[in-house]
């Protein structure tokens, strides 16, 4: 606790007397400060004790020594000590009335009691409330130390929000609450999300101070010590923070920095293990995989999974690692969360592979955050698996390359396999090589219709589309099956094919479903 105008008057030997301001005698004192200037006020700061023995003041004008206190009064000066006995034998009346009219704290210093004396107090209390705040502040490293040591970060930030009479609360990389406390504050701790992200595209340290209203005020701290932000923390008080809680705040800081930085190098270990899994799995070796892996994906391996592929959108693939890690990050919180394993490995430079529990929170964060994109307006391409298992792995593989192809082709942002299973061909076939085909294979037919001769597309598709019965499809076209016989003799003349090849069926089929002059 600072000095404060009552505990210099509570000091014994300074014999102070209180002679008005008599409620504002809680008020802290910065310094204590001798001036015999008529207006000291460009010298001050706020917060002294301003001492005087009104030598060069006009101590017995009620109109200056009004104008002398206002100036003090408006300068943040919190008391004014008086010595009695020098220059006048008590204060007099001029600047005891103008300091009650402003409420003014007026302390008579008797004679005796130096004025050194006093700066000497308020020094030595200073140096003592200094001397507390870091030993507290040392108390609360220490505490927090052994928190982190023993229990990990949340209780880092539990022994925080104590130590600061608030609370507190700690975001992953992708901006996430994992820890808050006391409980209620993680939904206050949510509610600061688009600040942490502004935060988070700045390079650490950073900090900022936000808030709701005057009671609550909440400093955001970023963790990390590249530029890249591995998380923040957020502390919340009803007041700016002092010295012994910005000493536990910055404690808290370096120790969940140490822990994200440490979390890091396991996790860098972690990803070498998860693509020599991985590669044992696509390799066809899932019983090598499975004892590599050990117990650190739990029971991954041995229940159905599901495998994601995600690369970047468009044309700027060399430059995508902020969306990639983006997305790995925002995928692994949503295991932590969920507390399930999840393996995320980069399998080239501009492709993230994760394999995931079917049906688990990763699979379905991933569809929250891609499923309605479109690949123009999303920073990455994804394509997932049918649910399988380590035998199948490679086959996982390709279904996800499969999706991915699809999904730029279609312009979306993410394809599951099982949409490719469960629709048509066609929309597969809907690319510009697919129709050139197409109409270079029709050609001849539009032609020839274009010239009023006949109607053999229309014709054509008719009789495909009856499986090749005349009656059904000339009925059909309102012609007589031997018009429609004479047109398909036509048909093989024009493009010198046969239409008792079943593949020449095949592809005129598919050729009347894509090509560009077809209705």
Request: with cysteine.
């Given at each position: 606790?600072?000095?404060?105008?009552?505990?210099?008057?509570?000091?014994?030997?300074?014999?102070?007397?209180?002679?008005?301001?008599?409620?504002?005698?809680?008020?802290?004192?910065?310094?204590a400060?001798?001036?015999?200037?008529?207006?000291p006020?460009?010298?001050?700061?706020?917060?002294?004790?301003?001492?005087?023995?009104a030598?060069?003041?006009?101590?017995e004008?009620?109109?200056?020594?009004?104008?002398?206190?206002?100036?003090?009064?408006?300068?943040g000066?919190?008391g004014?000590?008086?010595?009695?006995?020098v220059?006048?034998?008590?204060?007099?009346?001029?600047?005891?009335d103008?300091?009650?009219?402003?409420?003014f704290?007026?302390?008579?210093?008797?004679?005796r009691?130096?004025?050194?004396?006093?700066?000497?107090a308020v020094?030595?209390?200073?140096?003592?409330?200094?001397?507390?705040?870091?030993?507290?502040?040392?108390?609360?490293?220490?505490?927090?130390?052994?928190?982190?040591?023993?229990?990990?970060?949340a209780?880092v930030?539990?022994?925080?929000?104590?130590h600061?009479?608030?609370?507190?609360?700690?975001?992953?990389?992708?901006?996430?609450?994992?820890a808050?406390?006391?409980?209620?504050?993680?939904?206050?701790?949510a509610?600061?999300?688009g600040?942490?992200?502004?935060?988070?595209?700045?390079a650490?340290?950073?900090?900022?101070?936000?808030?709701?209203?005057?009671?609550?005020?909440?400093?955001?701290?970023?963790?990390?010590?590249?530029?890249?932000?591995?998380?923040?923390?957020?502390?919340?008080?009803?007041?700016?923070?002092?010295?012994?809680?910005?000493?536990?705040?910055?404690?808290?800081?370096?120790?969940?920095?140490?822990s994200?930085?440490?979390s890091?190098?396991?996790?860098?270990?972690?990803?070498?293990?998860?693509?020599?899994?991985?590669?044992?799995?696509?390799?066809g070796?899932?019983?090598?995989?499975?004892?590599?892996?050990?117990?650190?994906?739990?029971?991954?391996?041995?229940?159905?999974?599901?495998?994601?592929?995600?690369?970047?959108?468009?044309?700027?693939a060399?430059?995508?690692?902020?969306?990639?890690?983006?997305?790995?990050?925002?995928?692994?919180?949503?295991?932590?969360r969920?507390?399930?394993?999840?393996?995320?490995?980069?399998?080239?430079?501009?492709?993230?592979?994760?394999?995931a529990?079917d049906?688990?929170?990763?699979?379905?964060?991933?569809?929250a955050?891609?499923?309605?994109?479109?690949?123009?307006?999303?920073?990455?391409v994804?394509?997932?698996?049918?649910?399988?298992?380590?035998?199948?792995?490679?086959?996982?593989?390709?279904?996800?390359e499969?999706?991915?192809?699809?999904?730029?082709r279609?312009?979306?942002?993410?394809?599951?396999?099982?949409?490719?299973?469960?629709?048509?061909i066609?929309?597969?076939?809907?690319?510009?090589?697919?129709?050139?085909?197409?109409?270079g294979?029709?050609?001849?037919?539009?032609?020839?219709?274009?010239?009023?001769?006949?109607?053999?597309v229309?014709?054509?598709?008719?009789?495909?589309?009856?499986?090749?019965?005349?009656?059904?499809?000339?009925?059909?076209?309102?012609?007589?099956?031997?018009?429609?016989?004479?047109r398909?003799?036509?048909v093989?003349?024009?493009?010198?094919?046969?239409?008792?090849?079943?593949?020449?069926?095949?592809?005129?089929?598919?050729?009347?479903?894509?090509?560009?002059?077809?209705?």
């Amino acid at each position: 606790m600072p000095p404060t105008l009552a505990s210099l008057v509570q000091h014994s030997a300074l014999k102070l007397t209180v002679r008005s301001g008599e409620d504002r005698l809680e008020t802290p004192v910065r310094w204590a400060h001798v001036s015999e200037l008529a207006d000291p006020v460009p010298y001050m700061e706020g917060g002294e004790l301003l001492l005087v023995t009104a030598m060069t003041l006009d101590a017995e004008d009620p109109e200056a020594m009004r104008r002398y206190v206002r100036r003090l009064v408006g300068a943040g000066v919190v008391g004014l000590g008086f010595a009695v006995g020098v220059y006048y034998e008590d204060i007099p009346d001029a600047l005891l009335d103008a300091a009650k009219e402003e409420g003014f704290p007026l302390l008579a210093v008797p004679r005796r009691t130096p004025f050194l004396a006093i700066s000497k107090a308020v020094s030595a209390a200073i140096a003592a409330d200094q001397y507390r705040a870091v030993t507290a502040g040392f108390e609360a490293q220490r505490e927090l130390t052994r928190a982190a040591l023993a229990e990990g970060p949340a209780a880092v930030v539990a022994r925080l929000a104590a130590h600061v009479d608030g609370w507190a609360a700690l975001y992953d990389a992708s901006g996430s609450v994992v820890a808050a406390s006391p409980e209620w504050a993680a939904r206050r701790a949510a509610r600061l999300t688009g600040d942490v992200e502004r935060l988070r595209e700045r390079a650490a340290p950073a900090s900022a101070v936000v808030g709701d209203t005057d009671d609550d005020r909440v400093e955001l701290q970023s963790l990390g010590s590249g530029r890249r932000v591995r998380g923040a923390l957020a502390v919340g008080t009803g007041a700016p923070l002092g010295t012994a809680s910005r000493y536990a705040v910055h404690s808290a800081v370096a120790l969940l920095t140490l822990s994200t930085e440490r979390s890091r190098a396991f996790q860098e270990a972690e990803q070498r293990l998860g693509a020599a899994v991985l590669r044992m799995l696509l390799s066809g070796q899932p019983d090598h995989a499975r004892a590599v892996a050990g117990d650190l994906y739990g029971g991954l391996l041995d229940a159905p999974f599901r495998l994601l592929i995600a690369e970047p959108a468009g044309e700027q693939a060399t430059g995508a690692e902020q969306p990639l890690q983006a997305f790995a990050d925002m995928l692994e919180s949503a295991a932590a969360r969920a507390a399930e394993p999840v393996l995320a490995v980069p399998d080239t430079e501009d492709r993230l592979v994760v394999l995931a529990a079917d049906g688990g929170a990763v699979a379905a964060a991933c569809t929250a955050a891609y499923g309605e994109q479109e690949a123009d307006d999303a920073a990455l391409v994804v394509g997932l698996s049918a649910p399988t298992g380590p035998i199948a792995a490679a086959g996982a593989y390709k279904q996800c390359e499969q999706a991915l192809s699809v999904a730029r082709r279609r312009g979306r942002a993410f394809v599951e396999h099982e949409e490719l299973a469960a629709g048509s061909i066609l929309p597969l076939l809907a690319d510009d090589a697919v129709r050139a085909f197409a109409d270079g294979m029709l050609r001849a037919l539009y032609e020839h219709d274009a010239t009023g001769r006949g109607d053999l597309v229309a014709s054509l598709r008719a009789w495909l589309s009856r499986h090749g019965q005349w009656d059904a499809a000339a009925a059909d076209l309102g012609v007589h099956r031997h018009t429609l016989r004479y047109r398909m003799r036509r048909v093989e003349e024009i493009l010198g094919r046969s239409l008792d090849d079943p593949d020449v069926r095949m592809e005129l089929w598919l050729a009347l479903k894509t090509s560009a002059g077809s209705v």
